[in-house]
Antibody, heavy 124, light 111 residues
Framework: EVQLVQSGAEVKKPGESLKISCKGF????????MAWVRQVPGKGLEWMGI????????RYSPSLQGQVTISVDKSISTAYLQWSSLRASDTAIYYC?????????????????WGQGTLVTVSS | NYVLTQPHSVSGFPGETVTISCTRS????????VQWYRQRPGSPPTSVIY?????PSGVPDRFSASIDSSSNSASLTISGLKTEDEADYYC??????????FGGGTKLTVL
């Protein structure tokens, strides 16, 4: 059974750094892309970026480029989303989501599996 | 770049049929597949429709979807409405720049 298990909720102060994780189970982690999606509480979904664990090829949403870093450690089937300096506006739920693929590195624009979400709260 | 516009809310009584629209602002709605996700409070989104009109395994056939090129929109129809259908629904498509494009979401209330 495919599962995406994310790290727990975080409370941080503005200016602090943070790295959250998403661990994949039940499939060949290296051969499926992994995306991050943001949801400000009470608001809609926003795609942030995507990474291919096989070679760490990464693409970012133009609106978020430079604000976050997406990385992966394929040896432990884990993708990461990190900030070097958090802002109050980063307060949101962050989901990892797997685009459907066939295990060859190809990708469709349909998320067939989602993590449970990580709530990040940034407040002084 | 384009925007997907959904109504903020729709409602219906149990047993009724409701339809949620998703209108693409530019470019053809038929140019890229449309997906629909349901999100219950406190839970991640789950797919109810992918590739315009296909249902994932486990999604009942009360859920259907269509594409209308004349209005440049996609629609999600839920028939035989149940209280458990109450949730937020998001349409999603793709774009060469932004890759994933989500609609703003529609809150479905079962009266």
């Amino acid at each position: 059974e495919v599962q995406l298990v994310q790290s727990g909720a975080e409370v941080k102060k503005p200016g602090e750094s943070l790295k959250i994780s998403c661990k994949g189970f039940g499939y060949s982690f290296s051969t499926y892309w992994m995306a991050w999606v943001r949801q400000v509480p009470g608001k809609g979904l926003e795609w942030m970026g995507i990474i291919y664990p096989g070679d760490s090829d990464t693409r970012y949403s133009p609106s978020l480029q430079g604000q976050v870093t997406i990385s992966v450690d394929k040896s432990i089937s884990t993708a990461y989303l990190q900030w070097s300096s958090l802002r109050a506006s980063d307060t949101a739920i962050y989901y990892c989501a797997r685009p459907r693929g066939d295990g060859s590195g190809s990708m469709s624009f349909y998320f067939d599996y989602w993590g449970q979400g990580t709530l990040v709260t940034v407040s002084s | 770049n384009y925007v997907l516009t959904q109504p903020h809310s729709v409602s219906g009584f149990p047993g009724e049929t409701v339809t949620i629209s998703c209108t693409r602002s530019s470019g053809s709605i038929t140019g890229n597949y449309v997906q629909w996700y349901r999100q219950r409070p406190g839970s991640p989104p789950t797919s109810v429709i992918y590739e315009d009109d296909r249902r994932p395994s486990g999604v009942p056939d009360r859920f259907s979807a269509s594409i209308d090129s004349s209005s440049n929109s996609a629609s999600l129809t839920i028939s035989g409405l149940k209280t458990e259908d109450e949730a937020d629904y998001y349409c999603q498509s793709d774009d060469s720049t932004n890759l994933w494009v989500f609609g703003g979401g529609t809150k479905l209330t079962v009266l």
